[in-house]
């Protein structure tokens, strides 16, 4: 019947509207939702009986979205972020050096030579050596402690590359989860899961701010991922990703399933790979290499020189290289030690730690070999209260054969730099004459000398000038890293942008739409009451 | 293009942030007064200003050497000419015995006052500065003459830097100054017992003696005048040097102020205008003109 016909259309018209308009409201209830992309109800012609048309119907609800921005967007991310965590990384480093301040080591340096200056003008004085000790346990302190904080640093990155692969599988088993769920609503063909696919594409955002990586989706509305070939994301599984101790220490991010090596060439994990790796362990060399330096030639100007009183226990004694040459014997707290020409310098540690007085007991002094095997190290063992008192045989020549050590740092670099125990406990021992005379200063001016010699480096640099090319190194970085970083977000800025101008939502937009479909919503109400009305007519006139 | 509302709200966002950094950035350079706060600030000249701050301490560091330097060789210029008005002293003692018309009594009493020269020879060759001996070598603790013109010091040298490469000996050994040559307490006893002996020849002998040891301190004047006008030297050039390098490390670090402050007031302009810009525009939908 031809009004039955129309009142079809009618009602058709009046669904097909409401469900345009539930569109709508979803947009703009999502307006805010990140990762959402706005929605589109198709609306198509029902399926006419000959030339007569008979209506309209949502064909399908259309999820807008620009896949080559989105491929664009996950190719560059990765290298934001890779620069972003490296920035951080080196901004960090940057304040821990803290240059340049009163309170950086370039100045802590420098006070730490006027020191040896004082005590060049003043050699005499105990408030001069006071405050000697006190900036060279100052320089102490401010190495090791940046040492140590760099090293802090780096650990903290470690345990940041922990999290970020925890992160990262947490990712990928939403992706696969996500995948399954999308191929079972797909599946056929009829419907299009817009909203998890929103989701997915957000996961995927997500991760390649993690780590770079290749994906396709497949036919069965499944999204592979790979990185370097290998898969990470397919249809039947996820292949987890964990960390490692290496031999390095750290942490190795690894392929759960064969153990092996994530090749890992871009993202935040590449970042803070490198900036364990790479920036970090380079300050720590620089630092390493001008501390060991500070201590070696330091320490080989103080033990040729003398205390305030021309202390013979802790002045005056020269290196030891190679073997004994000479017999001689000498004498530790009243034993006598004999040392014949074939005696090792070990053979002589162990003659020390063997020996024992008279009546059997040790004699409480202990002896080892420094690190390097060439100097042979006495210290009272035991009890605080014990002395060394050694006297050489004959006319003291024994002393400079052994090496015992007049040190005024001790430790071998940036990590254990301190100042010697004999110093803190006496600073009249603090080296300042060749000659043992109180006025004499010519091994504090010495010292005071070395810096302006070209010590570090293999003898290419002086202190100051190997420091400053620390620091200039680790602006260049800083500002290269920083400058990587905002082009990348420029570019990125514009990506996102032109991603938003085509899947956002604008509330304008939806509001002229509500307008539009609420305006044929309106005639289609009229059009039904109309086609009722006929029917009405018709009815009443004849007479029913 | 389409703009959505998104890209509205983040672009507000970044003109706000970005304007309030900028803003932040210069608010920390005029509470500095520095331009260069941290290396990358500036990584091409940061180890220039590092190099520059440097050597003004340095600098520092020698003029303090210097002022020191200065003082011991003044000291020791200044016993040097008492030294000299002794023996001159002594000279005229000497050539008034000398005469014949001088009586052995007058020799007698002539003896006392030879004694007593030769004790204040004696005390100006033990001056003491700043608690050390400066005639003593480097056994500055040690009073360098006894009471029988005795050397107790050393022979040691101190030395003092007083220049990038400027090392100046700041002392000379006392046995050298005052008995190398000519000892001086040795020819003021030979005349004292001269005269006390009444020993004619041996009183005019000494006159002699006495300018053979004038000019041996004439000498040492020489030479530590010579010394202490290089150290003179040396304060004038660290001095020059202080300036210049403080000026370059200003140039190099310093912030121009009244540039700062326009570039301020303009960051601060632009920050109102990007917050109005945003409240207007955020404001307004279709829906405030729905009705």
Redesign the interface.
């Known amino acids: 019947m031809e009004g039955l016909r129309s009142l079809e259309i009618g009602v058709r018209a009046i669904r097909a509207q409401r469900e345009a308009l539930h569109t709508i409201g979803h947009n703009i209830a999502n307006?805010?939702t990140p990762g959402f992309s706005r929605q589109r109800a198709i609306l198509t012609t029902t399926l006419p009986s000959g030339s007569m048309g008979t209506g309209v119907k949502v064909q399908v609800v259309e999820r807008i979205r620009h896949e080559v921005t989105d491929f664009y967007i996950r190719k560059e991310t990765p290298t934001l972020n890779q620069w972003k965590a490296k920035f951080e990384v080196?901004e960090q480093v940057?304040?821990l050096?803290n240059?340049?301040s009163e309170a950086g080591i370039?100045?802590t340096l420098?006070e730490f030579?006027?020191a040896w200056?004082?005590l060049?003008?003043?050699p005499?004085s105990g408030a001069v050596r006071a405050n000697l000790k006190e900036q060279a346990r100052t320089l102490c302190e401010s190495l090791s402690g940046l040492y140590g904080i760099l090293k802090d640093l780096q650990t903290n990155i470690d345990q940041q590359i922990e999290s970020e692969v925890e992160f990262l599988n947490s990712l990928t088993q939403q992706i696969g989860d996500l995948n399954q769920q999308i191929e079972r609503i797909e599946l056929g063909g009829r419907e299009t899961a817009n909203d998890l696919r929103d989701s997915r594409d957000y996961l995927l955002d997500g991760l390649s701010e993690t780590i770079n990586f290749t994906y396709r989706e497949m036919d069965d509305s499944i999204i592979r991922i790979s990185i370097f070939g290998q898969l990470l994301v397919s249809k039947s599984k996820i292949a987890e990703i964990m960390t490692e101790s290496g031999e390095s220490g750290y942490l190795d991010v690894r392929w759960k399933d064969t153990g092996e090596n994530v090749v890992i060439a871009d993202g935040k994990l590449k970042g803070l790979i490198d900036a364990r790796d790479q920036i970090i362990p380079e300050f720590l060399d620089c630092l390493d290499n001008l501390t060991s330096s500070l201590i070696e030639e330091v320490n080989y100007l103080h033990r040729r020189g003398m205390g305030l009183n021309g202390d013979r226990e802790i002045a005056g004694w020269k290196d030891f290289t190679g073997t004994l040459d000479a017999d001689g014997s000498f004498n530790i707290n009243g034993v006598t030690i004999s040392v014949s020409s074939g005696n090792s310098l070990s053979d002589i540690r162990d003659a020390i730690n063997a020996m024992t007085d008279d009546a059997g007991t040790p004699t409480g002094v202990v002896a080892s070999l420094s690190t390097d095997g060439k100097r042979l190290i006495l210290r009272p063992g035991g009890t605080s209260s014990q002395t060394i008192d050694i006297t050489a045989d004959p006319d003291e020549i024994m002393l400079e054969k052994l090496g015992i050590l007049a040190d005024f740092f001790e430790g071998s670099g940036a990590n254990d730099i301190s100042l010697s125990d004999a110093i803190i406990n006496d600073i009249n021992k603090i080296a300042a004459?060749q000659?043992g005379?109180?006025?004499?200063?010519?091994n504090a001016?010495a010292i005071?000398?070395l810096?302006?010699e070209l010590t570090v480096d293999e003898g290419t640099s002086t202190f100051?000038?190997y420091?400053?090319?620390i620091?200039?190194k680790?602006?260049?970085e800083?500002?290269q890293a920083?400058y990587l970083q905002s082009n990348k977000e420029l570019l990125l800025?514009t990506l996102k942008?032109r991603r938003?101008?085509?899947c956002?939502?604008?509330?304008?937009?939806e509001?002229?739409n509500i307008i539009l479909f609420q305006q044929a919503y309106r005639v289609a109400v009229a059009f039904l009451k109309t086609v009722n009305d006929m029917l009405d007519i018709l009815t009443t006139s004849m007479g029913v | 293009m389409r703009i959505t509302d998104l890209v509205l709200a983040q672009r507000v966002i970044n003109s706000i942030n970005s304007s309030k950094s900028r803003l932040a950035e210069l608010q920390n350079i005029l509470a500095t007064t520095k331009r260069v706060n941290k290396p990358s600030d500036d990584p091409l000249r940061i180890s220039h200003i590092l190099n520059l701050r440097r050597k003004i301490k340095d600098t520092e560091q020698y003029l303090e050497n210097v002022e020191i330097a200065g003082t011991w060789l003044d000291i020791a210029n200044q016993v040097l000419t008492q030294s000299g008005d002794v023996l001159n002293s002594a000279k005229v003692v000497a050539l008034r015995e000398a005469n014949a018309t001088a009586t052995a009594e007058s020799r007698a009493s002539s003896a006392d006052e030879i004694r007593s020269l030769k004790i204040q020879l004696r005390n100006s060759a033990n001056t003491v500065y700043a608690g050390r001996y400066v005639f003593a070598g480097t056994k500055t603790l040690t009073q360098p003459f006894n009471e029988n013109g005795e050397y107790q010091g050393d022979q040691g040298k101190i030395e003092l830097q007083v220049g990038e490469k400027r090392i100046v000996s700041i002392n000379s050994p006392g046995d050298e100054v005052f008995q190398g040559g000519e000892d001086l307490f040795a020819v003021l006893s030979d005349l004292e017992t001269a005269l006390e002996n009444d020993d004619l020849p041996g009183v005019s002998d000494k006159i002699g003696r006495l300018d053979d040891c004038h000019a041996q301190i004439l000498r040492w004047q020489g030479d530590f005048g010579g010394r202490s006008r290089r150290v003179e030297i040396s304060r004038n050039q660290l001095q020059d040097q202080t300036v210049q390098t403080t000026k370059i490390l200003s140039s190099a670090e310093d912030t121009d102020m009244v540039k700062i402050v326009v570039q301020l007031q303009a960051a601060g302009t632009a920050y109102q205008a990007a917050l109005s810009a945003g409240g207007q525009i955020l404001q307004y939908t279709l829906i405030s003109f729905w009705e």
């Open positions: 307006v805010n080196l940057e304040v050096f240059e340049p370039s100045n420098g030579w006027d200056a004082d060049g003008n003043n005499e004459s000659s005379a109180p006025g004499d200063n010519s001016l005071n000398l810096k302006g100051g000038d420091y400053s090319g620091i200039g680790l602006g260049v800083t500002r920083s800025t942008d938003q101008s085509i956002g939502v604008s509330l304008d937009e509001m002229t």
